[in-house]
């Protein structure tokens, strides 16, 4: 489709499906794609009748129905979105509002004393409630309907994420819609019902938890209150969830160990063994055979979107035992979808031009984006990328067209002779093990040797240690138990790991 603008490439979408379900409610009311047409475009016009238009919009708080359609809305009005993270202090978010210049503060009902303090503080803002019908009688709004398209350039913000060390991600329409069209050219997701993020979160949950559903014409199921992943999904009926690699790592390990509860450790593994065995022979043989994991998400999960700067395999794999399909994205905040991970061929397909224009070694480099993925750049920050976007990843683009993955660029370390070493690598393996819940790796250079000393500090899985070891160990044994796992893990890693930390 390459339509330029977020709000229309969605309006296109929702005239195709307008009578079809949107959104469901908490209440289980249902908004239909017509709908949110008509509410997008009154709160579009609130805006532009408050002389708001152009100034960029904040949301904040839980992801309701009228948050998406005031979303769109302000789109429409020309303002870049910018989502809000409802922890954080009342000094930090009106620094926030004020280094980015928002004019428009949208919040659902939980944040409207938060709203309330700030347009206090702040004169220059003004708060608008996630229900439409706060802002005006339809009368008053379709006065100024026809003046709300403020946006004509593709290329204009149409998202500012915050960034964790100051400053902030300004992605262009073009970017956004570029990277909805390419997660949704790698499967038809139309028949899915979608789990809602909880809050305004980062460019991940933006892109492939709202604005992939929409274009796909998919419901959208808005989260119950404090639920966690699992009984979110079992309460809601949902049948589709986008997470990033951490989220499907601490979903994969809870229905672990719920559904392997009072089965012992031999139970367990030869349970799990005829699971992979059933998941091999049939999908569906495999559901049967981990039917504790599907009771409890309520037998409707069947589909994970998966994205992150590392694409997620080993929780996937557990998933795809279990007959729940995982689709994993080398996703990065700046570019969206780069890479779609192909689990039949073990590689990684690129989604976006991605080349290695200064290889450092055998081949690898920094990945640089080209073409209309490009971001704008960062707020207040360097703009001038010129249509070539250095990612900080390094990988390499093989002859065959495939994407290998090595790790960040800020974390690469040198060994001996130029050997580079990436501990997205030793993590990867690391985490295949039962004992390991997490770990990362550090290093120091050894002037003596002039080679670099590699410590993993390990997060146990202190369930699946206690049932090995019994419920009572000492520190001392827990270490001598570690040493042996590392030993073992020896051959599989592709760097030596000197030495490594536990929890206190």
């Given amino acids: 489709?390459?339509?330029?603008?977020?709000?229309?490439?969605?309006?296109?979408?929702?005239?195709?499906?307008?009578?079809n379900t949107a959104f469901i409610d908490r209440s289980g009311r249902s908004y239909s794609y017509g709908e949110l047409l008509i509410d997008a475009s009154a709160f579009s016009s609130a805006v532009n009748a408050r002389s708001l238009a152009g100034r960029p919009a904040a949301v904040i708080g839980e992801v309701t129905y009228g948050s998406l359609a005031a979303m769109l809305g302000c789109m429409k009005a020309g303002c870049p979105i910018v989502p809000l993270s409802q922890s954080l202090g009342t000094d930090e978010l009106c620094a926030l509002i004020t280094e980015y210049?928002?004019?428009?503060?949208?919040?659902s009902e939980g944040c409207g004393e938060m709203a309330e303090i700030l347009t206090g503080r702040l004169s220059g803002l003004t708060a608008l409630p996630d229900d439409k019908q706060a802002l005006g009688s339809p009368a008053e709004l379709a006065e100024t309907a026809e003046t709300a398209n403020m946006n004509a350039d593709p290329m204009s913000p149409a998202f500012l994420f915050s960034a964790a060390d100051g400053g902030g991600i300004l992605l262009s329409h073009k970017n956004i819609c570029g990277c909805v069209e390419a997660i949704a050219s790698v499967r038809d997701i139309s028949s899915y019902t979608f789990l809602s993020p909880s809050v305004w979160g980062g460019a991940f949950d933006c892109t492939a938890g709202l604005l992939l559903p929409l274009y796909a014409g998919c419901a959208l199921v808005q989260r119950g209150e404090k639920r966690g992943a699992a009984k979110a999904i079992s309460e809601s009926g949902a049948t589709a969830l986008t997470c990033t690699p951490q989220r499907l790592r601490s979903l994969e390990r809870s229905l672990r160990i719920r559904s392997e509860k009072k089965r012992g450790s031999l139970g367990t593994a030869v349970y799990s063994l005829f699971g992979r065995l059933g998941s091999l022979l049939s999908p569906d043989l495999g559901k049967r055979m981990h039917r504790r994991v599907h009771k409890l998400l309520g037998d409707n999960?069947?589909?994970?979107?998966?994205?992150?700067p590392w694409p997620e395999q080993n929780a996937a794999r557990k998933f795809t035992e279990w007959g729940i399909e995982v689709c994993s994205y080398y996703f990065t905040a700046e570019c969206g979808?780069?890479?779609?991970?192909d689990g039949a061929m073990k590689r990684l397909s690129p989604l976006a031009p991605l080349s290695v224009p200064s290889p450092i070694k055998g081949g690898s480099g920094e990945l640089c984006l080209s073409g209309d993925r490009v971001p704008i750049g960062y707020f207040g920050g360097r703009t001038d990328f010129d249509g070539s976007f250095p990612t900080g990843d390094v990988g390499l683009v093989t002859d065959d067209g495939?994407?290998?993955?090595?790790?960040?660029?800020?974390?690469?370390?040198?060994?001996?002779?130029g050997e580079l070493i990436f501990p997205e690598e030793l993590i990867a393996v690391m985490?295949?093990?039962?004992?390991?819940?997490?770990?990362?790796?550090?290093?120091?250079?050894?002037?003596?040797?002039?080679?670099?000393i590699i410590t993993a500090h390990i997060t146990p899985d202190f369930k699946e240690i206690g049932e090995a070891m019994g419920e009572k160990y000492s520190a001392n044994r827990l270490k001598l138990f570690f040493n042996h796992i590392m030993d073992k893990m020896a051959d599989e890693l592709p760097h030596k790991v000197h030495e490594?930390?536990?929890?206190?």
């Fill in 1 to 19: 489709m390459n339509t330029a603008l977020v709000h229309e490439m969605i309006a296109s979408r929702a005239e195709m499906y307008y009578g």
């Fill in 101 to 107: 210049e928002i004019g428009v503060l949208i919040y």
């Fill in 301 to 308: 999960l069947r589909l994970i979107i998966c994205g992150g």
């Fill in 337 to 341: 979808a780069l890479a779609v991970y």
């Fill in 402 to 417: 495939y994407l290998e993955l090595r790790g960040r660029k800020k974390t690469m370390l040198y060994g001996k002779d």
């Fill in 431 to 452: 985490r295949k093990n039962r004992y390991i819940t997490d770990c990362s790796i550090t290093g120091r250079y050894d002037t003596r040797t002039a080679d670099v």
């Fill in 500 to 504: 490594f930390t536990l929890p206190d």
